[in-house]
């Protein structure tokens, strides 16, 4: 069964913050966070496993609740170039299958 | 390094035709897959594989093969091609050590169409 993203949607404008969540009913081992641009391939963002630390870069980061099959993705100061469609991919402990969200679309606006 | 690379871009086709999507990556990863990403969805993994000779089933495996012979291709098969096949196809690889662990790399994808 696929995470569930949310929001489904979201418009900011230039420099406000975004949270975009992925739950899933599976324990989860690692989630991983992709943009992709319309019509273009899935762009890696980060990658966080089960024991891990918070990651980020640059105005981005996220965060994996282990307990709650939760990963949180922070965007902070957000600027034009973050307008996208976010997914969350998944994986299982002791499965190669990677099992991403439902995806969450997001636009910046000047 | 070419990275991930896909042929065709673009593909029409009529029901019940047969065709073959290729993928190869140049970046020695043991890992790849494919997925398929219908209108404002999610990708959906159809089928993997970790290494030559090994592959295995996806969420959406059905009207779908795929053989890895080489460590650089894993092409994807469609038997009987059927509308509900439209989509656009997306191939991926990592390193299978960090199969879960790990970036991975996505071709620009080939969009198919089913008449």
């Known amino acids: 069964q696929q995470p569930v993203q949310s929001p489904q949607a979201v418009i900011l404008r230039e420099g406000e913050d975004a949270v975009i969540n992925c739950s899933s009913s599976k324990a989860l081992y690692s989630v991983h966070w992709y943009r992709q641009k319309h019509g273009e391939a899935p762009i890696f963002l980060m990658i966080?496993?089960?024991?891990?630390e918070q990651k980020g870069h640059d105005k981005i980061s996220a965060s994996f609740n282990e307990k709650k099959q939760q990963s949180s993705l922070y965007l902070t100061a957000s600027q034009l170039s973050y307008s996208g469609t976010y997914f969350c991919?998944?994986?299982?402990?002791?499965?190669?299958?990677?099992?991403f969200g439902t995806g969450t679309r997001l636009k910046v606006l000047a | 390094n070419a990275g991930v690379t896909q042929t065709p871009k673009f593909q029409v086709l009529k029901t019940g035709q047969s065709m073959t999507l290729q993928c190869a990556q140049d970046m020695n990863h043991e890992y790849m897959s494919w997925y398929r990403q219908d209108p404002g969805m999610g990708l959906r993994l159809i089928h993997y594989s970790v290494g030559a000779g090994i592959t295995d089933q996806g969420e959406v495996p059905n009207g779908y093969n795929v053989s890895r012979s080489t460590t650089e291709d894993f092409p994807l098969r469609l038997l009987s091609a059927a509308p509900s096949q439209t989509s656009v196809y997306f191939c991926?690889?990592?390193?299978?050590?960090?199969?879960?662990?790990?970036?991975?790399?996505f071709g620009p994808g080939t969009r198919l169409t089913v008449l």
């Open positions: 991926a690889s990592t390193r299978t050590s960090g199969a879960t662990t790990d970036t991975q790399y």
């Open positions: 966080l496993l089960k024991g891990g």
């Open positions: 991919g998944t994986a299982t402990s002791g499965t190669y299958k990677y099992i």
